[in-house]
């Protein structure tokens, strides 16, 4: 039996007669990023949009400090923990599986708090040197992936030469993560460095560690990055970059930009919704975090 979506994207008359005689069921949705209004409906009142994984030990409800701490700070400090955002990607056994896994490589190998323009230092085991470990030293210019799969991207300047280096964070060899100067910046991806002069993305590597006062904020470094002579990687002036000077363009450039703006994306709601994960499903995993981090610390002390 074949079957044929209600939508525009109905398989054609020749491939739906191929699949009526050869006894196939194909499903043309699957083969499309496009979500139609009635599956969309269908995932709303399907059970399985808020599935959970229920055990016999309820969890204990969270005290004032953590459910503040959870809504302001859990998904920027732990961006790693949360799930990806698009739902058709989503597993609840397996998010659960992978956090558990995490949290046991964290208790193995300290990985501090950071952010994209924090100062920071790894060092990863040499795999044609046994015993020893490489060390690379730079500012954290973009950070991501989901679960096991976060990433987290330096770069340095050296002789000259501009150096960026992608590690996964949860890498068996990687022996340290060292935050030598904790910050923010004002764009969430720094690749803009790429095409700003070498001082602004120049690191010592003999660079010693700025203390953070306990308890202080974040530190958010609201410099402004005058960037190179064209050509650039990108076109930036595309981009609502808040940390780069005047780019100093003729205002062709600008009117061009103003084209191809989307200002209507803000009011989308859809698109909100498909790309932000929703706020109870944030407070489930953040409770499930609590209580397996605490599970496998007294796993550690027995």
Request: positive net charge; contains cysteine; proline residues 6%.
């Amino acid at each position: 039996m074949c079957l044929v979506s209600k939508s525009k994207m109905a398989l054609p008359t020749r491939l739906a007669a191929k699949c009526v005689a050869k006894n196939i069921s194909i499903n043309p949705v699957r083969h499309t990023n496009l979500v139609t209004g009635w599956l969309l409906e269908k995932h709303r009142k399907s059970k399985l949009n808020k599935q959970r994984v229920t055990t016999d030990d309820p969890l204990a409800p969270l005290s004032d400090q953590q459910k503040e701490f959870s809504v302001n700070e859990y998904k920027f400090v732990y961006p790693d923990f949360l799930p990806d955002p698009v739902w058709y990607r989503r597993d609840t056994i397996r998010e659960k599986l992978e956090r558990r896994d995490m949290l046991r490589r964290r208790k193995v190998l300290n990985i501090p708090e950071f952010y994209v323009g924090s100062i920071m230092s790894v060092a990863v085991s040499d795999a044609k040197a046994p015993g020893k470990h490489n060390r690379f030293v730079g500012i954290c210019i973009n950070r991501g992936g989901h679960g096991l799969r976060h990433y987290f991207t330096l770069r340095n300047v050296i002789d000259g030469i501009g150096v960026e280096v992608s590690y996964d964070m949860y890498n068996p060899t990687l022996k340290a993560i060292e935050v030598l100067k904790l910050e923010k910046r004002l764009d969430e991806e720094l690749f803009y460095l790429r095409d700003a002069p070498a001082e602004y993305s120049t690191v010592p590597f003999d660079m010693d560690p700025v203390p953070r006062p306990l308890g202080a904020s974040v530190f958010i470094n609201t410099i402004k990055v005058k960037l190179g002579p064209r050509p650039w990687h990108c076109r930036w002036e595309r981009e609502n970059l808040k940390g780069v000077q005047d780019l100093g363009l003729p205002q062709r450039f600008y009117d061009r930009a103003a084209l191809l703006e989307q200002p209507w994306e803000k009011y989308d709601i859809m698109k909100r919704y498909r790309e932000q994960i929703d706020e109870d499903d944030l407070q489930g995993i953040y409770q499930d975090f609590l209580k397996q981090r605490a599970s496998i610390s007294q796993m550690k002390q027995s």
